[in-house]
């Protein structure tokens, strides 16, 4: 979930009254959303940079607050704000609307045919006469930071960049040239460069250079000028300085260049519906001709306002209510979503504005309604089912044993259940065919090759990562492992052991033995020493396995079947997982047990 970062006193001037903190968490709970953390830029800076470096900082308080990953238009105090004072039933929602310039010449961007190798689609607005003042102006800059963090895939989908129209002249052209021909100073930039050596400037830049992967290494890179030839943006890197934004522009000139089409109309329609409240006439956009390679002509921004009808019987049966139509319709305008009931009394008719692109489905408009509504106000009732859950037994004995283990002294680790192929065979010295390793298909990294069949290679990656804490080192984990199996029908089967590792100046037999003799008494199993004639007593007996050192491996066996086993590791495996010092390691199987 993304976070925004607010400060107090402009969200709750924007809201038009004072909340405590405890109210205002109160509100973002009811709303759906999470105030996560409330703090000051100075409290943040001397937390992360030291107290040196949060000298001259900001004392305000600022809200930070964990918005749904697909609710865009929360993420500024703009629709923030707008959103809550819906919400509370306030203010109606805005209806949003494309104009066309009042003295008719309406500014063209045109796509030219180079752009298809690089980022094929772009779309424009503009915003006219808007007033900026510092704060607005910081929570602009701000969107579009979430926008290109969140939706916009860190720029690879969509890249977003404004302009002061008022700089530049238009018929826009949206082309791909050679980088060495593309010169221009950049934002905040004193002096020209070309394409190539600002890829090479940013290479260094702690927040530029992530995107620079996007363009390297291409013939051609996008780049947007105006009927002038002055560069507007070389997208997805960096605006130019010529067209920067300042707070006495007055028409903001905004281009959205992509490789997903939807994705630039979804993150334009946002940018301009949440700051179109500033322009002189509030709520309006005005449209820029686009021009495709193909000759055909669109306006943008779309802005569409869709309905959708869904029945007050959908949205009761779904959520566990029984409210009527009229109500329902009430709760769904309350989240910006105008709604009334249909003439036949049973269906609600949705508008679904353009800032809601999360709505896609009658389940995500039921959705809305529940968080209206309040989830805590909906009534408890037993599932209408035949059967009550009871927990695992397998699952029980292992929640269980993780008490008792850890209050014998280990400390348990959950570590990854792929792994490498050669963290299962050769470093632990182990046979390729002694394995019976699950293999995964398109493995995306070396790592997460197969599923392990040992959660020993995990404890020793954990112990080599942590070798420099105070000895002894004791660790656990209680999980499962993956074996092939014929006679199962997928050919596969899980199989849940206990693994523990004691590290060491000296190899600590002794300790894992004592660890297996008090799972032993915890799991009801006496030992043979103590229960003769007992054929389901457990005793350990020599054995060999490469994995352990020679003459210090032992198996774990009750009755007669092998369980597991204990021991020293060889100083080989030691190596393998960069450790110096001795360890000794227990793993069973704890289905045996049940």
Same mark, same amino acid.
Do not use: W
């Given at each position: 979930?993304?976070?925004?970062?607010?400060?107090?006193?402009?969200?709750?001037?924007?809201?038009?009254?004072?909340?405590?903190?405890?109210?205002?968490?109160?509100?973002?709970?009811?709303?759906?959303?999470?105030?996560?953390?409330?703090?000051?830029?100075?409290?943040?800076?001397?937390?992360?940079?030291?107290?040196?470096?949060?000298?001259?900082?900001?004392?305000?308080?600022?809200?930070?607050?964990?918005?749904?990953?697909?609710?865009?238009?929360?993420?500024?105090?703009?629709?923030?704000?707008?959103?809550?004072?819906?919400?509370?039933?306030?203010?109606?929602?805005?209806?949003?609307?494309?104009?066309?310039?009042?003295?008719?010449?309406?500014?063209?961007?045109?796509?030219?045919?180079?752009?298809?190798?690089?980022?094929?689609?772009?779309?424009?607005?503009?915003?006219?006469?808007?007033?900026?003042?510092?704060?607005?102006?910081?929570?602009?800059?701000?969107?579009?930071?979430?926008?290109?963090?969140?939706?916009?895939?860190?720029?690879?989908?969509?890249?977003?960049?404004?302009?002061?129209?008022?700089?530049?002249?238009?018929?826009?052209?949206?082309?791909?040239?050679?980088?060495?021909?593309?010169?221009?100073?950049?934002?905040?930039?004193?002096?020209?460069?070309?394409?190539?050596?600002?890829?090479?400037?940013?290479?260094?830049?702690?927040?530029?250079?992530?995107?620079?992967?996007?363009?390297?290494?291409?013939?051609?890179?996008?780049?947007?000028?105006?009927?002038?030839?002055?560069?507007?943006?070389?997208?997805?890197?960096?605006?130019?300085?010529?067209?920067?934004?300042?707070?006495?522009?007055?028409?903001?000139?905004?281009?959205?260049?992509?490789?997903?089409?939807?994705?630039?109309?979804?993150?334009?329609?946002?940018?301009?519906? /949440?700051?179109?409240?500033?322009?002189?006439?509030?709520?309006?956009?005005?449209?820029?001709?686009?021009?495709?390679?193909?000759?055909?002509?669109?306006?943008?921004?779309?802005?569409?306002?869709?309905?959708?009808?869904?029945?007050?019987?959908?949205?009761?049966?779904?959520?566990?209510?029984?409210?009527?139509?009229?109500?329902?319709?009430?709760?769904?305008?309350?989240?910006?979503?105008?709604?009334?009931?249909?003439?036949?009394?049973?269906?609600?008719?949705?508008?679904?504005?353009?800032?809601?692109?999360?709505?896609?489905?009658?389940?995500?408009?039921?959705?809305?309604?529940?968080?209206?509504?309040?989830?805590?106000?909906?009534?408890?009732?037993?599932?209408?089912?035949?059967?009550?859950?009871?927990?695992?037994?397998?699952?029980?004995?292992?929640?269980?044993?993780?008490?008792?283990?850890?209050?014998?002294?280990?400390?348990?680790?959950?570590?990854?259940?792929?792994?490498?192929?050669?963290?299962?065979?050769?470093?632990?010295?182990?046979?390729?065919?002694?394995?019976?390793?699950?293999?995964?298909?398109?493995?995306?990294?070396?790592?997460?090759?197969?599923?392990?069949?040992?959660?020993?290679?995990?404890?020793?990656?954990?112990?080599?990562?942590?070798?420099? /804490?105070?000895?002894?080192?004791?660790?656990?984990?209680?999980?499962?492992?993956?074996?092939?199996?014929?006679?199962?029908?997928?050919?596969?089967?899980?199989?849940?052991?206990?693994?523990?590792?004691?590290?060491?100046?000296?190899?600590?037999?002794?300790?894992?033995?004592?660890?297996?003799?008090?799972?032993?008494?915890?799991?009801?199993?006496?030992?043979?020493?103590?229960?003769?004639?007992?054929?389901?007593?457990?005793?350990?007996?020599?054995?060999?396995?490469?994995?352990?050192?020679?003459?210090?491996?032992?198996?774990?066996?009750?009755?007669?079947?092998?369980?597991?086993?204990?021991?020293?590791?060889?100083?080989?495996?030691?190596?393998?997982?960069?450790?110096?010092?001795?360890?000794?390691?227990?793993?069973?199987?704890?289905?045996?047990?049940?």
């Amino acid at each position: 979930m993304p976070t925004v970062e607010v400060k107090r006193e402009a969200l709750l001037k924007a809201l038009g009254r004072v909340y405590t903190d405890e109210e205002f968490d109160e509100l973002c709970f009811e709303f759906g959303l999470e105030l996560d953390e409330v703090t000051s830029e100075k409290e943040q800076v001397s937390r992360e940079q030291g107290k040196e470096r949060a000298v001259g900082a900001s004392e305000d308080v600022i809200y930070k607050i964990d918005v749904p990953a697909n609710r865009y238009d929360l993420l500024c105090v703009e629709g923030l704000a707008r959103g809550l004072q819906v919400f509370k039933e306030r203010c109606e929602a805005p209806v949003y609307r494309r104009v066309e310039p009042a003295d008719g010449k309406m500014q063209r961007l045109v796509i030219s045919p180079e752009t298809a190798s690089v980022r094929p689609y772009a779309v424009a607005a503009v915003l006219r006469n808007i007033s900026l003042d510092k704060e607005r102006y910081d929570s602009f800059i701000e969107l579009q930071e979430k926008l290109h963090q969140n939706v916009c895939r860190k720029r690879t989908l969509v890249a977003i960049g404004t302009h002061d129209l008022d700089t530049v002249s238009g018929p826009f052209v949206y082309t791909a040239r050679p980088p060495a021909e593309i010169k221009f100073t950049p934002l905040n930039g004193s002096r020209e460069h070309t394409a190539c050596e600002l890829m090479e400037l940013y290479r260094t830049d702690s927040h530029l250079r992530h995107y620079l992967h996007i363009l390297d290494g291409r013939p051609l890179y996008p780049v947007i000028v105006d009927a002038r030839g002055v560069v507007l943006s070389m997208p997805p890197i960096i605006n130019g300085n010529h067209s920067k934004i300042t707070l006495s522009t007055r028409n903001v000139f905004i281009e959205c260049t992509a490789t997903d089409p939807y994705k630039a109309k979804v993150v334009l329609d946002t940018l301009v519906a /949440m700051f179109s409240e500033y322009c002189a006439e509030p709520f309006t956009v005005e449209a820029v001709e686009v021009v495709s390679p193909d000759g055909q002509t669109t306006l943008f921004p779309e802005l569409p306002y869709r309905t959708e009808v869904l029945s007050a019987e959908y949205i009761n049966s779904r959520v566990g209510i029984r409210e009527s139509p009229e109500r329902l319709a009430r709760l769904l305008t309350r989240m910006c979503l105008k709604s009334e009931v249909a003439a036949d009394g049973s269906q609600i008719r949705v508008e679904v504005p353009p800032i809601r692109s999360d709505i896609i489905h009658a389940c995500d408009i039921m959705e809305d309604a529940a968080i209206a509504y309040g989830f805590n106000n909906i009534a408890r009732t037993i599932p209408a089912t035949l059967t009550i859950a009871h927990q695992f037994p397998l699952n029980k004995l292992t929640d269980l044993l993780r008490v008792d283990v850890a209050a014998a002294g280990f400390t348990e680790a959950l570590t990854f259940a792929l792994c490498s192929h050669e963290d299962v065979t050769e470093k632990l010295l182990r046979d390729v065919s002694s394995t019976r390793a699950v293999l995964i298909a398109n493995p995306k990294s070396a790592d997460f090759q197969v599923a392990r069949t040992t959660l020993l290679p995990g404890l020793l990656k954990t112990l080599a990562a942590n070798r420099n /804490m105070a000895l002894p080192l004791k660790l656990f984990e209680i999980s499962d492992v993956v074996l092939q199996d014929s006679s199962t029908d997928v050919g596969t089967r899980n199989e849940r052991r206990l693994c523990a590792v004691y590290y060491n100046k000296a190899p600590g037999f002794e300790v894992i033995h004592g660890l297996l003799d008090r799972v032993m008494q915890l799991l009801a199993v006496a030992s043979r020493s103590s229960a003769q004639g007992n054929d389901k007593a457990y005793h350990i007996a020599a054995d060999q396995d490469p994995t352990f050192f020679p003459g210090r491996c032992a198996c774990v066996r009750v009755g007669s079947a092998p369980v597991g086993r204990l021991g020293v590791l060889h100083p080989g495996v030691l190596a393998h997982f960069d450790l110096p010092l001795p360890c000794a390691a227990l793993e069973i199987s704890l289905e045996p047990f049940l």
